[in-house]
């Protein structure tokens, strides 16, 4: 019988747990016995170290290191090059930081890793959700489901301190590399998300950079160009971060780096910090008022706002955020582990999910039935909605291409929408749908998700189409297209997704990475 564990896959760490057979949530420590790992992976020679160790020998091999790949999720372009001119898509390097979480899960729980949850944020896009699940299955990891990372948190936090009193809550959570702001109803057994808005790249990295550029700036005066030194600059991107936390405690501290052969020192107060942030933070209350505005309410409707994320531990993000609201911001979730523990539970929800399904369509013998699940002291059910608009590109009435949204903004998730469109030509053989992300209506605000093309039978007059877009539990679109001339349904259509691997790329990446041996040291 084996395991089903929840994780959240982080742009700087990452971590897992599960629910134990008295219903509690357990963090999964890595075989080096930390509960998070740093989603940092260095190619070294025929090893691949994932982790701790990755980050520390960065130094002795910067271009064999890669970190942050989060941020490239669903990015067709980007690759990851060694050294030796070896290419890896963010697929592959978010899958090798899997495949290590995976055998650690494993030794540790010394079973079977069957599956898992993995959490992405709520702001994430269609390519970057696909991107996590393909990234999974190429770690050979089934995922069964994917669940916003707010949403997760809310769950940890619903199961262990929800109470039977309705409360709305506000989950900002900021990350190592982005930032979800999701506002929630809370009833005795139901959380429903009522609006998300966020940055898809905003986060702790962003916070390090500031300081970075600082130094940068302040090195070059002293005639030192840390950019042509690639061990101190790698140095400098280590020692930024350290220096980031210790101002979280301290007022003041120092990086001290060897720059070409010279050394080098950089004082950092607080309040220099500050300054250097604020803009971004001022960013993330922008979101703030966004999301409260799709939820149709004011800070002073909120019962609670929860933290979570390691850039929370910053005073400056409370400091701001109680300025902004008036509300003191509340730390009851680990900021670290909530999201991997909210992911846990929703594992034991999908579990149950498919022992019903399985039931209902009379495969008793299904493997699904050997997992046992455990109860848990609360129980939710979670209603989820689409953080951007799906629709279709369209010729208007004066023949300019345009974006019309089938499936809005904000609605609860699963949704399937349709809208009424025309063929444009007598005797038209095919139909080619260019399916969009985002809300307006002129493309150039827009992100194209990919084409679906489909044979139809000519016709001599322009006929009716009706295009069907839902949107599943894991927001993965889906199109399906109904002829109204004919009555015919012609099915659900095949996306080829243009941020995307193909499903031929994800098996050779599956072959590639398998090869590998992968370690945390
Ligand atoms: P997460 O993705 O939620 O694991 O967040 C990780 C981010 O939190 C990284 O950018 C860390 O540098 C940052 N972080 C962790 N601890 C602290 C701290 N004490 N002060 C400031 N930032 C922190």
Redesign the pocket.
Known sequence: MGKYIGIDL????SCMAYINESGQPEMIPNSEGEN?TPSAVLFDGDSTIVGREAKSQSLFEPQNFEQFVKRHMGERDYLFTTKDGDKYSPEAISAIILAKMKSDAESYLGDTVDGAVITVPAYFNEAQRKSTMDAGKIAGLEVIAIINEPTAAALAFGISKGSDKPQTIMVYDL???TFDVTVMRFDSENITVLGTAGDRKL???DF?NKIIEAVIEVASEDGLDINKDMTARQDLQLKA?AA??SL?AKDKTNITLNISGRPFKYTITREDFVDMVEPLLFKTIGSMENACDEAGLEYSDLDKILLV???T??PVVRDCIKEETGIAPSSEVH??EAVAIGAAYHALDVLKDMQKKAKQSGDTSSEVFDVEIPETSRQYTFTDVTSHGIGVIIQNEYGEEENSVILPKNVQVPAEHTNHYTTTVPYQEKLLIRVTQGEETDLRYVTEIGTAEIQISPREKIVGIEVTISCDENSIIHVRVYDKDLRQDLGEMHIDRVSNLSDEEVKQSQMRISKLDISGE
């Open positions: 982080g742009t700087t760490f998070t990350g190592g590399g986060g702790g990295y390090d971060e980031k936390k979280s994320g390691g850039s531990r910053m900021p670290d």
